[in-house]
C-alpha cells in the first residue's frame, strides 16, 4: 500500500513539473491582439447560397418535398 502512495505521489509530482518544461516564448512571438475588427471589401454583400443540382425524376424542390417521404434514386 506504501509503494503505491509514493508511486502516486512521484507521478502527481511529475504531472505538475512536466508543463513547466517548455521553452520561454518572447511577447513578441506571440503575436498581437487586435481590438477592433479590420473592414474587408465586399463583407457587406449578402453571398448566395448555390442551389443543389436537381434531379431529372424529382420535379419537387427539395422544399416543397417533405423529409419523411422522400426515396432514395
Known sequence: MRQH???VVVALAFAV???GCGPNVS????GTI????PTVAGVE???EVP???SSSHDTKSASETPSD?????
Open 17 to 19: 513539473w512536466i508543463p
Open 5 to 7: 502512495l509514493i508511486w
Open 34 to 37: 487586435v481590438y477592433e475588427v
Open 45 to 47: 454583400d449578402p453571398y
Open 69 to 73: 417521404k422522400v426515396t432514395p434514386p
Open 51 to 53: 442551389k443543389p443540382p
Open 27 to 30: 511577447k513578441s512571438d506571440m
